[in-house]
C-alpha cells in the first residue's frame, strides 16, 4: 500500500467480512426495516453498505427510522467514533470519470478528495466536485417517485415500465427510446447492449448539452473515426491553444493537464536550464488558461478558425502574408517539433480540431506531446445528430415510451428543437434524476437517482481508466440507479446494482483471484490494466477549408465558469464562489469588451435584451476586461425554474437562444438596452492593483539574471526595526508557500476550504455588501491595457503573521499564537468588537454579521465536518491552517511514535489544488517541501515592510514571454 | 461634657452658644476674637466657604491629601500588578509576538486605577473625616439656623469647652454685634 | 425647618453685558432664591418649551427602544458594517459623545484651578453634561459588540476558566479610561452637589422633598472644618480630573493610533482628539445653554460674558484642531509612504466619502473663525448656530476618521464601501434624545447652577449687597 495513503483505509467488502458486523446484520436488519429488503438483494447490499449507514446509525440523514439507533456495545475493528474512514469512488461529469478519495465520518460522507493513484486526477480536485458532497445533502433533491406529480412507489413504477415495455416488446421494441447523458460506464453500456439486442426495435440516445460534440467531430472528420485524444503537456515546450480551455473546464483530464502544465513552470523556476512551457492562447472569452498565456491573442471566437488556418498555412509554406504573431508562434512551433502542442477547443467547429489534429502531426508531436487512443465513450454518436432524431421521431408520432436517464432536455436543449412541445406527444414518458427538475415536471414518471456517492457503477476517464464507483451511503431518499432501471426492463428488478456492476467485471476478470482483484480495484480506486493502449492514428484529412468568420454582433455560448451547465445550479457553494474572470456571485451576465460597450453604449449593470434568430432573452451587461470585441458571450446553466430553492429564478436562460445551427458561437446577434443599475454581488470591487505590489512579476530570464527581484530592498524590514526580541518556534513551525507561477486562478481551493471548515452560504444579498464568508479567497489583478490585460490570480488565505495585528488589539485575547506559530481564533471567547478585522491589513477575517451557519434544515447537518466547530453570531472567524488536520496528523504521528513526517500534514486548500501551487509544512525542517520553496530567491511576504511576519508567503509569478513578440 | 449653671436655679444642658451673623466678615471678626478670648472648641458654620475661616477657629488638617495619596499611590501599582500578573502568572499567551510583560502597553491601565482610587479616597475620606452622613446634629435645633445653608453666618462656642460659661460667654459673644445669640439645644 | 421670615428678593433678570458674571443686585439670598426657585417652580409652571423639548427628546428614546432591540434580535448585521469597515456609526458616536463629555470635567476641574471666575455658574451645568454624554457614549461599545450579552468578559473578573482580558488591546483601555471617567466625574458632580443639597434640604416646601433631599445632604451643616476639607478634597479632584480629561481621549485616540491602518496610524491623534473633545464639548453646552438660560431667566448669572468666553474657547481649540488637520495632511505627504499617502488622497478627493472631507473643514475650520469677530460673539443666535454647525463637524471628523481609513487600506482587492443602514440613525438620533431627556430632567429637577459658588461670587463682588437693612 502507498506510503501517502492513510493506513486505515478499506474496502467495504472487507469491512463488511468482520464476524461481529455479520452478527450485527443478522440480528438487527431484516424484521425491523420492513421497506428495506423489499428486494432481498437489499441484505446484501447492506452487508456492503453497513459500515457506513447502520453503524454509523446516521439517523440524522438516512431512511432509518430514528429509534433504531445502533448501540455501540460491539464495536466493529476499523470502526473509531471521531476518526474518518477514507472510500476510493469516482465522479463522473459528462460520463468522464475522475478519481476520488471521500472522507467518511460515522459514515457520513464530508469531504471530497482527489485520489492520488488516479490518472486523471492526481490527487487533485475542481471546484464542481468538491462542492458535489453539498448535493448530496441538499433538501431539495427528489425525495419520492411521482406519477403525474402525486407520491407514488418504486414498485408501481416498476410494474408501469414492465407494461410499456412490453406493449413495445409486442413490435420487438419499436417506439421504446432509452435517452442518457453520454456514456463511458462499461457496465451500464453493456446492460444497455443487451437490452438493445433483447428489443432491436427500440432506439437509444444520448444527449449532453455541454458535451464534446466538436473534438468528437473533429476526430471522426480527420481520422475516419471519433479517436480519443490526450495531450502531455509535461512534455511541451510550447503550446497553441485554439480557445481551449484545458487547464480549468469541463475538458476531460483538465485537471491532470493543469497539473503537468504547472509542474513544468514550476521546475523551470527551479532550474535555470529546463524549459519553461511558452502558451500562446487565442480565445475570444477570458479563460483561465488566457490567463496563465505568455501571448493572449484576443480575437472574436469565430475568429480562431482563421488563425488556426492561417496558423497551419504559414506552417506548411512560411510566408509574409501572415501576420506577426502567426509567424512568431510558426517560428516558435518550427523550433520545437515533437515538444509542442496545438490544442483545439471544445467549443470550437470540428474543422479547428481537424487543422489542431494536422498541425500537431505536421509537427511530429503526434505520438510524443499528443497521444490518441480509442474513445473513452462506451458508443460514441454525434449527440446533437441523436437528440435531433428522437425528437423528429417524437414529432411524427413514432415514439411511444421514452426514458430518460438524467439529464434534463426541457430545459437545455438547443431552443430550435422544442423538445417540450414534442415531449408532451408521448404517452409514457419517464424521468430518472437527482432533482425533479423542468424535464421531470412534463413526465408522467418520475424516479429519485442516487446521488454518485450512493451509487454502485463504474465509468471511464480521459485516458480510458476504468474504475468503480463505490456507495459511501445507502440512498438517502432510496434513489434509484440506470442499472436498476435496465434491470427492470430485463425483468431483473430485484437485481441490485452492485451485483450488476460486479458481475460484468467478473466477466471481464474471470480469474480464479477475482475477489482479489475486485477488492484492490475497490481499494485502489481503478481498474488495473484499463488504460487505453496508445494507437498511431492515419494522417489527417484536411477538409474542406473553413470558413471565415461571418460579420456582426456575436454570441458566444459557454458553460458557467461556477455552476456548468446548470446540472448542479442548486449548489449554493458553487452559486457564492467567484467566477475567476469577474469575481461575481450568484449570476450569469453577458459579457462584453470594454470597446464594444462603449460603441453600443451599455455598461455594467444595464439589462439588455438580446435577440438572436428570432429568440428573445433579457440578461443584464457585465464589461470585461480582455473580452473580444463585436462578441457577447452568455453563460448557461442559470435562469432555472424547477432547479431549488437555491437557484429557482436567479440569472437568465442562456439555453433559450441556443440553437442546434449554432451551440457554442454564431453571429448576427442583436440587443437592445432595455433598464439598468441591475445589483451585482461581487466579492472584489478594484481590479488593479493602484500602484502596489501585492502580486510581483517577472520574466524566467529576468528572475535568473536578477533573482532578487521580488525583494526590494524598500520591502526588507530587519530584525532591528523592532523594540522587542523575537518569539523564538523551536518545536513545529507551521508555513505555507503559495506559488504564484504555479496557481491558475481556478478557486477550487476555495470551495476545498469551505466544505473542510464548514463555511456558511451567505446569499447574493450579503455578498453585494461585502459580507461574503470565504476563508480563502482568490484576488484578481488587471495590469496593463484595459481591452487586453493580463490578469493576475492570488490566492490569500491568513497570512498567520509572527506579529499578529489582530492579536494585539482583541480585548478578550480570542485570537492568540500557538506555541507551532498558528495565528488561532477561540470562537467561544470571541465578543465580536471585530477590531481584529480593522487591523488586519490583508483582510483576510470573516465576521458572522448574523446567523449565517444554518442551525436548521436537518438534511444540511450531515455534510459539516465534525472536527470544526460550527460558528453562530456575531464571532469572527478565519483560515487556521486546517489546525484540525494538523492535530490529527500529530496525534497519528504520536500514536505510532514517531516523528512527523513532511507532506503529512495536507491543507483543504493543498490538497484541492490542480496546480499544486499551495505548500504546507514545518519550516523548522530544512528539508521540507515548504522550507525548500521559502529558500528560493522569488519568495515575497505580502505586505513584509509592515513587519507582520507573515508565515504565508508567496513565490513571484514567472512568465516565458516570445522575445519576437513580446508585449510585456 | 455638658456643664451646670446656676442661671435660674435648676440644671440646664446646653449644647453650645450660637451667635447669628448677616455677613461673613464679622463672623470672621467673631471668630478671631473668641479664639483671643481663650476659646477653644467652636465651630462656624457658613453658607459658602469663608476664607481663613478655619485659621480663626483654630482649625488644621492634612489627612485629605495624605489619604489621596496613598490611594494614588495604592490604584496606580494595582493597576500595574493586575496587568502583569494577568499576562506573566494567569493568562500567558503568545500575543502579536510581543513579550509576556509588555509594560508599555499597561501605562494606560496603571494611570487610569491611580486617578480612579485617589479620586474615590478623597471623596470618601473627606465625608469620613467630616464624619458624613451624620443624621442629627444639635445646631439644628436652633430655628434660624436654617439659613446657614442660605445666607446667614454661625459661630457657636461649644459647652465642651472648658472655659465655657452661659452667662460670661454669652456677654462675650453679645459684644460682638451679632443678630441674636441663642442657646443650643443638646 | 422652614423658617417664615425668608423673603424672596426680587431682582431683575437682565445681562449685565460681557465683562460681569454676575447681574446687578444680587445678594446670597436671591441667588439662592432664584437657583432653587427653578427646582421648587410649581410642575406647571415649567416653561412651555422644557415640556415640547422633553417630548420630543423621548420619542427618540423610544426610538433608541426598537433599534436597540431589533439589533439584539438579530445581529449587527442590520447596521451597514461590512468587511471592510467593520466599525460604522456605533464606534464614530462613541468617540463623538465621549468628545462632548469632556467639556465639563474640563470646565470644572481646570478652569477651576486656573481661577476662572466665569466656570461658576455653568460648572454644575456641563458636568451634567458630561455625565449624561458619558452615558450615551458607553452604550456604544457594548451595542456594537457581535455577542453584546457577553460584554462584561472585557472586565477583569475571576472566573471558573480562569480567563483573562487582553491588557495590551487599546480596547481595554478604554474600558479603564471611560469608567473611570465617568466614576470620577459623577463622583466630581455630586460633592460639588452636597452643600446645595443642603440648601434645598433647608429650603424645601414639602417634607418629601425635605426628606430626599435631606438624604442627599448627608447632613451637612457649613461647618467651617467641614469646608476646610471639603475644599481640599474638591480642590485635588480637580487637580486628578485635569490629566484624567486629557488621558481619556488620548486613550480613545488610541483605539485608532495603535492600529496599523493608514489614516488611524498617527501620532498627533492624542493631543488633536483632546482638543477636538474641549471643542465638541464647549460646542455643546453652548448648544445647551443658550436655550435653557432663556427659558429660565437666567440671563444675569449666564451672563454674556460666559458665552463670549466659550466662544473664544471654541475659536482656540478649532485652530488647534485645523492644526491638527494639516499635520496629518502634511505627514501623509511628508512621510512618503504610499499607503500612508493614499489614505489622504482617498479623504480629499478619490474616495467614495470625499465630500465628508470638505463639509467637515467647512464646519469645523471655516465657518467659527467667524468667531474672531466680537460682533458674532456678542449675537447669542450667532454663537449657537455656529455651536450647533461645530457640533455637526466633530461628528463628521470622527466619521472620516473611522468609516473613510477603512473603506481603502493596503490590499486593494479587498476596498469597500459602507452605506449606513435606518437602524444606523435610529441608534444615533436615538441616544441624542437620551441624552436631551436627561438634561431636561436635570435641569428641572436639580440645582442647574452650583448656589455655594454663586454665593461665593457674590461675596467677591465689589461691594456685597445688603438685601434688608439692618
Known amino acids: 500500500m502507498q506510503k501517502d495513503l492513510p493506513q486505515y483505509w478499506r474496502s467495504l467488502e472487507e469491512l463488511a467480512q468482520t464476524a461481529e458486523f455479520r452478527a450485527f446484520v443478522e440480528d438487527e436488519f431484516p424484521n425491523r426495516t420492513p421497506d428495506w429488503n423489499d428486494a432481498g438483494s437489499r441484505r446484501r447490499f447492506l452487508t456492503l453498505m453497513g459500515a457506513s449507514i447502520a453503524l454509523a446509525g446516521a439517523s440524522a440523514c438516512t431512511v432509518q427510522p430514528k429509534e433504531m439507533i445502533v448501540p455501540y456495545v460491539r464495536q466493529p475493528e476499523d470502526y473509531v467514533p471521531g476518526k474518518p474512514l477514507f472510500y476510493a469512488t469516482s465522479a463522473s461529469w459528462g460520463g468522464i470519470a475522475t478519481g476520488l478519495l471521500v472522507e467518511s465520518h460515522l459514515g457520513r460522507p464530508t469531504k471530497i478528495e482527489g485520489n492520488p493513484q488516479h490518472p486523471a486526477s492526481l490527487g487533485a480536485t475542481d471546484a464542481t466536485m468538491q462542492a458535489s458532497v453539498l448535493t448530496l445533502y441538499d433538501p431539495d433533491r427528489s425525495q419520492t417517485v411521482t406519477q403525474n406529480g402525486n407520491i407514488s412507489e418504486w414498485g408501481v413504477f416498476v410494474t408501469a415500465l414492465t407494461a410499456a415495455r412490453d406493449s413495445a416488446g409486442a413490435r420487438r421494441g419499436a417506439g421504446f427510446r432509452l435517452l442518457t447523458g453520454t456514456v463511458t460506464s462499461p457496465t451500464l453500456a453493456a446492460q444497455i447492449q443487451e437490452f438493445l439486442t433483447a428489443f432491436p426495435g427500440a432506439k437509444w440516445h444520448q444527449y449532453e448539452p455541454c458535451g464534446r460534440h466538436s473534438a468528437r467531430a473533429g476526430a471522426t472528420a480527420a481520422f475516419g473515426q471519433p479517436l480519443n485524444t490526450i495531450y502531455r503537456f509535461d512534455r511541451a515546450a510550447v503550446i497553441v491553444s485554439l480557445d481551449a480551455d484545458f487547464l480549468c473546464s469541463s475538458m476531460p483530464g483538465s485537471l491532470r493537464y493543469a497539473r503537468d502544465y504547472s509542474a513544468r513552470r514550476r521546475a523551470a523556476a527551479v532550474n535555470p536550464n529546463a524549459h519553461p512551457p511558452r502558451l500562446y492562447v487565442a480565445e475570444g472569452t477570458p479563460s483561465i488558461t488566457g490567463g496563465m498565456a505568455e501571448h493572449r491573442l484576443r480575437m472574436r471566437t469565430s475568429e480562431v478558425a482563421a488563425f488556426a488556418a492561417a496558423l497551419a498555412q504559414e506552417l506548411k509554406a512560411p510566408s509574409n502574408g501572415s501576420s506577426a504573431a502567426v509567424r512568431a508562434i510558426a517560428k516558435d512551433l518550427r523550433a520545437h517539433p515533437g515538444e509542442s502542442i496545438v490544442i483545439a477547443g471544445e467549443h470550437q467547429p470540428p474543422g479547428v480540431h481537424v487543422l489542431a489534429h494536422a498541425i500537431n502531426q505536421m509537427l511530429g508531436n503526434a505520438g510524443k506531446t499528443v497521444l490518441y487512443t480509442d474513445s473513452v465513450e462506451a458508443n460514441p454518436v454525434d449527440e446533437l445528430a441523436s437528440l435531433t432524431e428522437l425528437v423528429n421521431e417524437m414529432r411524427s408520432g413514432a415514439v411511444e415510451s421514452l426514458l430518460m436517464f438524467g439529464g434534463n432536455p426541457v430545459y437545455d436543449a438547443p431552443a430550435d428543437l422544442n423538445f417540450l412541445a414534442e415531449l408532451k406527444k408521448i404517452t409514457f414518458r419517464a424521468h430518472l434524476g437527482v432533482y425533479s427538475n423542468e424535464t421531470a415536471a412534463w413526465c408522467h414518471w418520475h424516479i429519485p437517482e442516487a446521488h454518485y456517492l450512493e451509487t454502485w457503477s463504474d465509468a471511464r476517464a480521459y485516458d480510458g481508466t476504468a474504475s468503480i464507483v463505490q456507495p459511501l451511503i445507502a440512498p438517502i431518499y432510496s434513489g434509484k440507479t440506470p442499472h436498476d432501471l435496465i434491470n427492470v426492463l430485463m425483468n431483473r428488478a430485484d437485481r441490485s446494482s452492485h451485483d450488476t456492476v460486479r458481475d460484468y467485471w467478473q466477466r471481464q476478470h474471470p480469474a480464479a483471484d477475482f475477489n482479489d482483484f475486485w477488492q484492490i480495484s475497490l481499494h485502489d480506486g481503478v481498474i488495473a490494466g484499463t488504460t487505453f493502449t496508445e494507437k498511431m492514428p492515419p494522417a489527417a484529412k484536411l477538409s474542406t477549408p473553413v470558413a471565415s468568420a461571418a460579420s456582426g454582433l456575436e454570441i458566444v455560448f459557454r458553460p458557467d465558469p461556477s455552476i456548468g451547465d446548470g446540472a448542479l445550479s442548486n449548489n449554493a457553494w458553487l452559486q457564492e464562489m467567484p467566477k475567476p474572470q469577474n469575481k461575481m456571485t450568484w449570476d450569469n451576465a453577458v459579457w462584453i469588451s470594454p470597446k464594444s460597450a462603449e460603441h453600443y453604449g451599455v455598461t455594467t449593470g444595464d439589462v439588455i435584451e438580446i435577440a438572436f434568430q428570432g429568440r428573445k432573452v433579457n440578461g443584464p451587461v457585465w464589461i470585461l476586461p480582455g473580452h473580444a470585441d463585436e462578441s457577447l458571450t452568455v453563460h448557461l446553466g442559470y435562469g432555472r425554474t424547477r432547479a431549488g430553492k437555491v437557484a429557482n429564478g436567479i440569472g437568465f436562460n442562456a439555453y433559450a437562444l441556443r440553437v442546434s445551427s449554432a451551440v ?103 455578498v453585494a455588501k461585502g459580507r461574503h464568508m470565504n476563508w480563502l479567497r482568490v484576488d484578481r489583478y488587471y495590469q496593463g491595457s484595459l481591452d487586453d490585460p493580463e490578469t493576475l490570480y492570488q490566492p490569500v488565505p491568513c497570512m498567520h503573521c509572527e506579529n499578529a495585528l489582530c492579536e494585539l488589539v482583541c480585548p478578550v485575547a480570542a485570537t492568540v499564537h500557538s506555541a507551532e506559530g498558528l495565528n488561532e481564533m477561540v470562537y467561544n471567547r470571541c465578543v465580536g468588537t471585530r477590531y481584529c478585522s480593522n487591523n488586519c491589513p490583508y483582510k483576510v477575517r470573516r465576521f458572522n454579521f448574523f446567523l449565517y451557519a444554518d442551525w436548521n434544515t436537518q438534511s444540511l447537518f450531515g455534510v459539516r465536518n465534525p472536527d470544526v466547530s460550527v460558528r453562530s453570531r456575531g464571532v469572527m472567524e478565519k483560515c487556521s491552517y486546517c489546525v484540525q488536520r494538523i492535530n490529527g496528523a500529530k496525534i497519528e504521528a504520536e500514536k505510532q511514535d514517531r516523528p512527523l513526517a513532511d507532506g503529512e500534514i495536507v491543507t483543504a486548500c493543498q490538497q484541492a489544488c490542480p496546480a499544486e501551487a499551495i505548500v504546507f509544512g514545518d519550516l523548522n525542517d530544512p528539508n521540507s517541501r515548504v522550507a525548500k520553496l521559502k529558500r528560493e530567491r522569488r519568495n515575497y511576504g505580502l505586505l513584509e515592510e509592515l513587519n507582520t511576519r507573515p508565515r504565508t508567503t508567496y513565490l513571484a509569478r514567472l512568465r516565458n514571454p516570445n522575445p519576437d513578440l513580446d508585449k510585456g | 461634657m455638658p456643664t451646670e449653671t446656676r442661671a435660674s436655679g435648676q440644671l440646664e444642658r446646653v449644647y453650645g452658644l450660637m451667635a447669628e451673623f448677616d455677613q461673613p466678615e464679622p463672623l470672621l471678626e467673631a471668630a478671631r476674637r473668641a479664639r483671643a478670648e481663650g476659646y477653644r472648641n467652636m465651630d462656624a458654620y457658613t453658607p459658602m466657604p469663608v476664607e481663613g475661616l478655619a485659621d480663626a477657629i483654630g482649625f488644621r488638617t492634612s489627612w485629605v491629601e495624605r489619604l489621596v495619596f496613598l490611594g494614588g499611590v495604592a490604584g496606580g501599582t494595582g493597576g500595574f500588578m493586575l496587568c502583569w500578573w494577568i499576562t506573566v502568572i494567569a493568562y500567558p499567551h503568545i500575543v502579536a509576538g510581543r513579550p509576556l510583560n509588555s509594560w508599555p502597553a499597561y501605562v494606560p491601565i496603571t494611570f487610569e486605577s491611580m486617578v480612579l482610587i485617589a479620586c474615590i479616597t478623597a471623596v470618601v475620606g473627606m465625608l469620613a473625616l467630616n464624619g458624613l452622613p451624620q443624621p442629627y446634629h444639635p445646631v439644628f435645633n436652633v430655628a434660624q439656623f436654617a439659613r446657614a445653608s442660605r445666607d446667614r453666618f454661625f459661630l457657636c462656642i461649644e459647652s465642651t469647652d472648658p472655659k465655657f460659661d452661659l452667662e460670661a460667654t454669652r456677654t462675650f459673644l453679645e459684644q460682638l454685634q451679632p443678630r441674636e445669640v441663642t442657646e443650643v439645644e443638646p | 425647618m422652614n423658617p417664615e421670615d425668608q423673603e424672596s428678593s426680587a431682582v431683575a433678570t437682565l445681562d449685565p453685558g460681557p465683562d460681569k458674571v454676575i447681574g446687578p443686585g444680587h445678594d446670597y439670598g436671591s441667588v439662592t432664591d432664584e437657583i432653587g426657585g427653578v427646582v421648587f417652580m410649581p410642575f406647571l409652571k415649567t416653561p412651555r418649551q422644557l415640556f415640547t423639548g422633553f417630548a420630543c427628546a423621548f420619542v427618540l428614546v423610544n426610538l433608541l427602544m426598537v433599534a436597540v432591540t431589533w439589533l439584539f434580535v438579530r445581529g449587527v448585521g442590520i447596521w451597514g458594517i461590512v468587511i471592510p469597515v467593520a466599525w460604522g456609526f456605533a464606534i464614530v458616536n462613541f468617540v463623538w459623545w465621549i468628545g462632548i463629555g469632556h467639556a465639563g470635567t474640563l470646565i470644572s476641574a481646570i478652569l477651576l484651578l486656573l481661577k476662572q471666575d466665569w466656570r461658576t455658574s455653568i460648572n454644575r451645568f456641563s458636568e451634567a453634561m458630561t455625565l449624561f454624554a458619558v452615558a450615551c457614549a458607553g452604550m456604544f461599545p457594548i451595542l456594537h459588540l457581535g455577542r453584546p450579552w457577553l460584554a462584561y468578559w472585557l472586565l477583569p473578573y475571576p472566573n471558573t476558566m480562569w480567563l483573562w482580558p487582553q491588557p495590551r488591546s487599546p480596547l481595554i483601555w478604554d474600558v479603564f479610561a471611560v469608567s473611570t471617567y465617568a466614576t470620577v466625574s459623577f463622583i466630581f458632580w455630586f460633592t460639588g452637589l452636597i452643600p446645595d443639597f443642603a440648601t434645598m434640604r433647608d429650603k424645601a416646601g414639602n417634607s418629601l422633598a425635605q426628606k430626599i433631599f435631606g438624604t442627599l445632604a448627608m447632613g451637612w451643616r457649613g461647618s467651617a472644618k467641614h469646608w476646610a476639607r471639603y475644599q481640599k478634597a474638591y480642590l485635588l479632584l480637580a487637580g486628578l480630573s485635569t490629566p484624567l480629561v486629557v488621558s481619556v481621549h488620548s486613550v480613545v485616540s488610541f483605539d485608532f493610533a495603535v492600529a496599523i491602518l493608514p489614516g488611524w496610524h498617527t501620532t498627533i491623534f492624542p493631543p488633536y482628539f483632546v482638543a477636538g473633545a474641549i471643542y465638541s464639548g464647549f460646542a455643546m453646552v453652548l448648544t445647551l445653554a443658550i ?49 500612508e499617502r493614499y489614505a489622504f488622497v482617498n479623504r480629499m478627493w478619490a474616495g467614495g466619502y470625499w465630500w465628508t472631507y470638505w463639509v467637515l473643514i467647512l464646519c469645523n475650520i471655516a465657518i467659527p473663525q467667524l468667531l474672531w469677530s466680537r460682533r458674532v460673539r456678542m449675537s447669542v443666535p450667532a454663537v449657537f448656530m455656529i455651536a450647533l454647525v461645530v457640533n455637526v463637524g466633530m461628528w463628521l471628523e470622527r466619521f472620516v476618521i473611522v468609516v473613510t481609513s477603512l473603506t481603502r487600506d493596503f490590499v486593494p482587492s479587498s476596498w469597500g464601501m459602507y452605506y449606513p443602514t435606518i437602524w444606523d440613525w435610529s441608534t444615533y438620533l436615538g441616544t441624542i434624545g437620551v441624552f436631551l431627556s436627561l438634561m431636561f430632567l436635570f435641569v428641572r429637577g436639580l440645582p442647574a447652577i452650583s448656589i455655594f459658588e454663586m454665593r461665593e461670587v457674590v461675596h467677591h463682588e465689589a461691594e456685597p449687597v445688603h438685601a434688608h437693612g439692618d
Open chain 3, 291 to 339: 436655550p435653557v438660560r432663556r427659558w429660565y431667566h437666567l440671563e444675569d448669572l449666564i451672563t454674556m460674558r460666559h458665552i463670549e468666553c466659550m466662544a473664544k474657547v471654541m475659536l482656540g481649540t478649532g485652530l488647534i484642531v485645523a492644526y491638527g488637520y494639516a499635520m496629518e495632511a502634511f505627514m501623509a505627504w511628508y512621510s512618503g509612504g504610499i499607503y
Open chain 1, 664 to 766: 457554442w458561437q454564431g453571429s448576427g446577434a442583436a440587443f437592445t438596452r432595455k433598464s439598468g443599475g441591475y445589483p451585482f454581488a461581487t466579492t472584489q470591487h478594484t481590479q488593479t492593483m493602484e500602484e502596489r505590489d501585492p502580486f510581483r512579476a517577472a520574466t524566467f530570464a529576468e528572475y535568473h539574471q536578477n533573482p532578487g527581484f521580488a525583494n526590494p530592498p524598500d520591502k526588507h524590514v530587519s530584525p532591528e526595526t523592532t523594540l522587542f526580541p523575537q518569539w523564538q518556534y523551536n518545536h513545529h513551525k507551521w508555513g505555507m508557500a503559495i506559488d504564484l507561477t504555479a496557481c491558475i486562478g481556478c478557486h477550487a481551493c476555495t470551495i476545498a476550504c469551505q466544505s473542510e471548515n464548514n463555511i456558511p452560504v451567505v446569499g447574493k444579498t450579503e
